[in-house]
């Protein structure tokens, strides 16, 4: 009889853990428990009247190379600009032959981290001609 998981949550980590119990062990029914209708936790994109919102203010990073590797196999990055891309003029290193973001939903978007600090009643930034920047 196999021995049952209850995982807690659908996020990030929810899923992975599921995931890998049921690619290393034969021995476990995984249960993933998650109390919205939608998966991805506070990490997840929703689709409101059109308009597509991530809800988190996440990115996905890790130094640990086990961990990149794992997500893209589960989401290819992406192979070619997205409209926001586009409409920014950002520079953004596609990985050959991945998938096209305006074409697919299953794709990682590879984006830039941005950092605002709002320190003693103030947000640190500074405006250009084209785009507002974080003071160094």
């Given at each position: 009889?196999?021995?049952?998981?209850?995982?807690?949550g659908a996020?990030?980590?929810?899923?992975?853990?599921g995931?890998?119990l049921?690619?290393?062990?034969d021995?476990?029914?995984?249960?993933?428990?998650?109390?919205?209708?939608?998966?991805?936790?506070?990490?997840?994109?929703v689709?409101?009247?059109?308009n597509r919102?991530?809800?988190?203010g996440?990115?996905?990073?890790?130094?640990?190379?086990?961990?990149?590797?794992?997500?893209?196999?589960?989401?290819?990055?992406?192979?070619?600009?997205?409209?926001?891309?586009?409409?920014?003029?950002?520079?953004?290193?596609?990985?050959?032959?991945?998938p096209?973001?305006?074409q697919?939903d299953?794709?990682?978007?590879?984006?830039?981290?941005?950092?605002?600090?709002?320190?003693?009643?103030?947000?640190?930034?500074?405006s250009?001609?084209?785009?507002?920047?974080?003071?160094?």
């Amino acid at each position: 009889m196999k021995k049952k998981a209850v995982i807690i949550g659908a996020g990030p980590a929810g899923i992975t853990a599921g995931c890998e119990l049921l690619k290393n062990s034969d021995e476990y029914d995984v249960v993933i428990l998650e109390q919205s209708d939608s998966i991805g936790g506070i990490s997840r994109t929703v689709n409101h009247e059109g308009n597509r919102m991530d809800m988190g203010g996440h990115r996905f990073f890790s130094k640990d190379e086990r961990v990149n590797r794992w997500w893209e196999e589960i989401l290819k990055m992406q192979g070619s600009p997205s409209s926001d891309d586009i409409a920014t003029s950002r520079d953004v290193h596609c990985s050959e032959g991945g998938p096209d973001p305006e074409q697919q939903d299953e794709v990682m978007l590879l984006r830039r981290r941005v950092s605002r600090i709002y320190y003693n009643k103030k947000l640190k930034i500074k405006s250009t001609k084209n785009k507002l920047r974080t003071k160094n």
